[in-house]
């Protein structure tokens, strides 16, 4: 069956203090995984998709990797507004009537 | 370029009431499904349509169902309201069925009393 987890499920930094998320996966033929940001109330916002293993993706302090069985969001250097919940999902199912499968998300908290 | 858009905002409902949610693709995407978020998780796949069909089912029971129009525009019907369908309700939708990125929409946040 396929299935995300995602640790921790919260995160406290000090403002600068650098860290990583991680995301665990099982999906039988890897079609994407991708990592959301959602601030509380809201819908989820598109970070990165990663297709392949050794692959990897920038946006400002926001890294993301993926090997074979997990993927990582590495926050360099975070700031305040840098704090919500992130999302990490796969693609699951046959060819393109799949659908995204979520982890529970980490709660990150950046206090200045 | 307008994103996902949702209607309404906020809804609140009495349990065995009837609720219709509506949603307006990102330009240019013809796919749309929907997702139920509970306090605390992650989103749960509900179902998702293309070409006005319902294409796949996540494991919801009948009384969640839907619509597409011909504009690509959606509809998610929900029937017989329990308490326990309290939840953010999210739309996503993608540019085809040959793209895996998904664009949400801001919710609906459905409270039944």
């Known amino acids: 069956e396929d299935q995300v987890t995602q640790s921790p499920e919260a995160l406290r930094l000090q403002e600068g203090e650098s860290s990583s998320l991680n995301c665990s996966y099982t999906v039988s033929g890897l079609r994407g995984l991708f990592w959301y940001r959602q601030d509380p109330g809201k819908g989820p916002e598109f970070l990165f998709t990663l297709y392949s293993a050794g692959e990897e993706k920038e946006k400002e302090r926001l890294k993301a990797t993926l090997t074979k069985k997990e993927s990582f969001l590495h926050i360099t250097a975070p700031k305040p507004e840098d704090s919500a919940t992130y999302l990490c999902?796969?693609?699951?199912?046959?060819?393109?009537?799949?659908?995204?499968?979520f982890g529970q998300g980490t709660t990150l908290q950046v206090k200045p | 370029d307008a994103g996902v858009t949702q209607s309404p905002t906020h809804l609140i409902k009495t349990r065995g009431q009837q609720v219709t949610l509506r949603c307006s693709p990102k330009?240019?995407?013809?796919?749309v499904s929907w997702y139920q978020q509970a306090l605390g998780q992650g989103p749960q796949f509900i179902f998702q349509y293309y070409e006005e069909e319902e294409r796949q089912r996540g494991n919801f029971p009948d009384r969640f169902s839907g619509h597409q129009f011909p504009n690509y525009s959606s509809e998610l019907n929900v029937n017989a309201l329990l308490l326990g369908d309290s939840a953010l309700y999210l739309c996503a939708s993608r540019a085809s069925r040959d793209s895996y990125e998904q664009y949400f929409g801001p919710g609906t946040r459905l409270t039944v009393t």
């Open positions: 330009s240019g995407h013809d796919t």
């Open positions: 999902a796969v693609w699951g199912g046959s060819g393109n009537t799949g659908k995204l499968i």
